[in-house]
């Protein structure tokens, strides 16, 4: 007997007798290497999700109250800039201008081209492609306006907001808010185009909801209201962390019935989704092959003493002796059989 055959033998799963007493039986030999190609095969899978790790989520108590909490934002508004007016109302301020801080620059409106190319769908980001697209990137100005009186208006840039419920809102000067300026009423037009919408640190690479998302209208008192519930997400890998904040959109619209203009309401979830990706240590795996490999050979046994007690059952005794052979050999003997023909 060659010495790779010995080797393979002193893994015999099954107790043994004494072979000068047994009778073997080709059934028992296949089922054992069938075990046996059964456990390399869950050893492959447990091997590989150990070096690939797994991705495990938790909720957590949100208890960092982030009061430079940002509001990421670049859109088109069909509407001449000089007419345009931008806040936020939250709960703890009255209501702070973010027209400061956001830059607004006349443009043309026309439908972006993605709109006819791609249709868009919003899934959960995997781990592996937030970590891929996690480029922070900064507005490099702040609060400049350009070019008011062009009949567009790309506002873009960020607004600082406090983590509590808040709506950022664009409006038309002298509509919602007394001002000097009264914007003419055929002038109102809320049609707009979002390219970018987004809390917290600003990914530009991350898809988010209402990113790519366009709203016409043809009536001039629209009012668009889009309902945001943020949750805060920690994305962590091989000690990377990328802190986000996910969040889920309803948007309805009515005309005529409140103020014009676009309402973002957001209200932040106290709970914070952690997707990370864990990975166990060496001892732990060894544990959990260990385990599963007792667990199978238990089940393995008792499977076979089930079959053997069926077919004699159903079959009959003499069935069940066809199958025995030469006294002396082992397991493998199928696999010698084999080799034979
Ligand atoms: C607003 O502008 C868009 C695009 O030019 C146009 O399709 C829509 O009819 C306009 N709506 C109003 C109220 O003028």
Wanted: glycine share 6%.
């Amino acid at each position: 007997m060659d010495q790779s055959r010995k080797f393979i033998r002193t893994f015999d799963a099954f107790p043994k007798i004494p072979s000068s007493q047994e009778v073997r039986s080709s059934r028992g030999s296949l089922s054992s290497i069938m075990t046996y190609v059964f456990m390399l095969f869950l050893l492959w899978v447990e091997i590989g999700g150990y070096i690939d790790g797994y991705v495990d989520h938790q909720f957590s108590v949100d208890e960092i109250v982030r009061k430079d909490l940002r509001i990421n934002l670049d859109m088109i508004v069909a509407m001449p800039c000089n007419y345009i007016d931008t806040n936020v109302r939250d709960t703890t301020d009255d209501r702070f201008l973010a027209a400061e801080l956001l830059n607004y620059q006349g443009t043309t409106w026309n439908i972006p081209r993605w709109f006819f190319e791609s249709d868009k769908k919003t899934v959960t980001p995997e781990l592996e492609e937030v970590l891929g697209r996690s480029v922070i990137a900064e507005f490099s100005q702040k609060g400049v306006h350009m070019d008011g009186g062009q009949p567009a208006c790309r506002i873009y840039g960020y607004v600082p907001v406090n983590k509590v419920r808040g709506d950022f809102h664009i409006t038309a000067k002298g509509f919602g808010y007394r001002d000097r300026t009264i914007t003419p009423r055929e002038a109102l037009n809320f049609t707009h185009v979002i390219t970018e919408f987004s809390f917290g640190e600003f990914y530009p690479y991350l898809d988010n909801p209402l990113d790519m998302t366009i709203q016409t209208t043809d009536q001039q008192l629209q009012t668009f209201q889009y309902q945001l519930r943020v949750v805060p997400t920690l994305f962590k890998k091989l000690g990377l962390e990328v802190d986000t904040n996910q969040f889920s959109t309803t948007s309805t619209s009515s005309s005529g019935k409140y103020v014009p203009g676009i309402f973002f309401k957001y209200d932040f979830e106290p709970i914070k989704l952690i997707v990370e990706e864990k990975r166990l240590s060496f001892f732990q795996f060894t544990i959990r092959i260990i385990t599963i490999f007792g667990g199978i050979m238990v089940i393995a046994s008792w499977l076979y003493k089930l079959m053997d007690k069926l077919i004699l059952i159903t079959l009959g005794r003499e069935f069940l002796k066809r199958g025995e052979e030469k006294k002396d050999g082992g397991l493998l003997d199928a696999v010698e059989d084999f080799e034979k023909i």
